[in-house]
């Protein structure tokens, strides 16, 4: 399979698998996708649904993601799938898994059974493993600088922990993340780990890993790179647990199921849709967005309108407040028919240019839910609160905010689908207390692997809003 970015000519340069593993953008500002996307059968998705019952979680990994990647050896890759996804971090062999919710037609996708209690591991378990391997066979070492307001620097600082070659440097929003997030990466004891507690919000934060990167000296002497969501390798990683759930709700191939999923970075849900377009049997994707709703607005006036830093509203599900969805122009490019000058048009010249486009008038867009599948909607807080304490009354279920949205928006559109929803859990419920006990009034429980994460040593620095500041300590760190 070769890779393309979304702004290349059909004859442009394309690029093996390992080659775009360690990158983000391609050198044009687009994002890479492969050429097509492989289809798959009938015949093949029984072999699959059998691969999952017997040999489990990782070796299905291995089957789908082979179609991609043929540039690593077949063993080696299952080797990599074997070790990313154990039982050891993921709790059992089958990794994930899908319960009812009472005898409705809402059941709830567990993706947060790894190491951080986020679906972000389930990534993140794929791109340490990959990462290792990629930078052993080039001989070449990374250093990974992130910015993070909770959910992926814990996620990215548990998959890279004790890895030989890469270094993570994770600045973190001082004071802002909550209790159980900053113990969880500030507990690690690993000397690859570098936690920063850095004197600012969130996006001063990504303010100032875009000034390090923009040092192009500082950043080719300490082979600065990131692990952020437009990676292709993550979502990638993520089809796999599409196609599990898939094969795990359904008896046979006749049968067709929906996904509700929260949304921010349109990473998960991206790699939903590139999984129906796989062929897998997928009716419905629901969108589901907080009270930063960029993407329910796209889906459903066909707007695509960037906010400004100060619109975006600090909400009970963090990991969800975006002011644009970094991911969207891969389905965009898909929508409008792969057509590079147009992709280039929409996200470069008028984004640059007016911070907005519109696809309404596009027959594209008037087509885009009966062809592409997607419905979409979003919660406010009182939403969330409230399905959560329903939930937790009616049900004994305890979910967490940003898989309370997702329930909340498929319940309020169950009435279109003819299809059972599997709602993603995105993040346990350990991880958010606040919002837990203020809709239920007692504490999340702590799943056993947790149990001593607070009482850690802390490992951060405090670092000034400064970047050169920044520089110095990775300077001071590395040498
Ligand atoms: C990252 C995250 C999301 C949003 O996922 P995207 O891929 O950005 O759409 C939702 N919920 C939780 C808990 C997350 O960590």
């Known amino acids: 399979m070769k890779y393309l970015s979304t702004r290349a000519p059909s004859n442009g340069p394309t690029h093996s698998f390992c080659d775009i593993l360690l990158e983000g953008l391609a050198a044009d500002g687009g994002l890479y996708l492969p050429v097509s996307y492989p289809r798959v059968n009938g015949d093949l998705l029984d072999e699959w649904r059998r691969v999952l019952a017997g040999e489990g979680y990782a070796a299905l ?23 990313a996804y154990d039982a050891e971090n993921f709790g059992s062999t089958q990794v994930v898994g899908v319960s009812r919710i009472g005898d409705g037609q809402l059941w709830i996708g567990h993706i947060s059974n790894g190491p951080t209690a986020a679906f972000k591991d389930m990534a993140m378990a794929l791109l340490g493993e990959l990462f290792e391997y990629e930078l052993t066979r080039r001989d070449r070492r990374l250093t990974i600088l992130g910015a993070t307001s909770g959910d992926t620097g814990s996620s990215a600082e548990y998959a890279m922990r004790g890895r030989e070659r890469v270094q993570v440097f994770m600045l973190t ?38 000034k390090v990167n923009a040092d192009v000296a500082f950043k080719a002497r300490y082979s600065i790179g990131a692990v952020n969501s437009i990676n292709w390798a993550r979502l990638l990683a993520q089809v796999v647990y599409y196609v599990a ?38 009716d419905r994707l ?57 992709t280039t048009d929409l996200f470069d010249t008028q984004l640059s240019a007016h911070g907005r486009f519109s696809l309404r008038r596009t027959e594209a867009f008037q087509n885009l839910a009966e062809r592409y599948g997607f419905i979409s909607w979003n919660s406010t807080h009182a939403d969330r609160v409230q399905t959560i304490r329903g939930l937790w009354c009616d049900c004994g279920i305890l979910v967490d905010p940003h898989t309370a949205d997702g329930i909340h928006v498929a319940h309020h559109l169950a009435g279109q689908i003819h299809s059972p929803i599997v709602v993603l859990e995105t993040a346990l419920p350990v991880k958010f207390a606040d919002t837990i006990i203020e809709a239920v009034g007692v504490m999340p429980p702590v799943p056993e692997r947790f149990k001593d994460v607070m009482d850690q040593p802390r490992r951060v620095v405090d670092l000034p809003n400064d970047p050169e500041a920044v520089k110095a300590h990775i300077i001071e760190q590395l040498g």
């Open 61 to 83: 990994a291995h089957r789908v993601i082979s179609l991609y990647v043929d540039d690593i050896d077949s063993d080696d890759l299952l080797g990599i799938c074997r070790r």
């Open 173 to 210: 929003p001082a004071g802002r993340m909550t209790p159980f997030q900053q113990a969880q990466m500030f507990g690690l004891k690993d000397p690859n780990i570098h936690n920063i507690a850095f004197d600012g919000v969130f996006d001063e934060c990504q303010d100032a890993v875009k």
């Open 245 to 282: 759930l898939y094969l795990q709700m359904t008896g046979s191939n006749e049968e067709k199921i929906s996904f509700a999923v929260p949304s921010g970075n349109f990473g998960d849900i991206c790699a939903g849709h590139i999984a129906r377009e796989m062929g897998l049997p997928i």
């Open 286 to 342: 629901v969108l589901a967005t907080n009270e930063n709703d960029v993407l329910h607005e796209f889906f459903s006036t066909g707007r695509y309108r960037v906010r400004a830093s100060q619109e975006v509203a600090a909400t009970s599900s963090p990991s969800m407040d975006i002011s644009k969805a970094s991911n969207l122009e891969r389905f965009v490019h898909d929508l409008m028919g792969r057509k590079p000058e147009i």
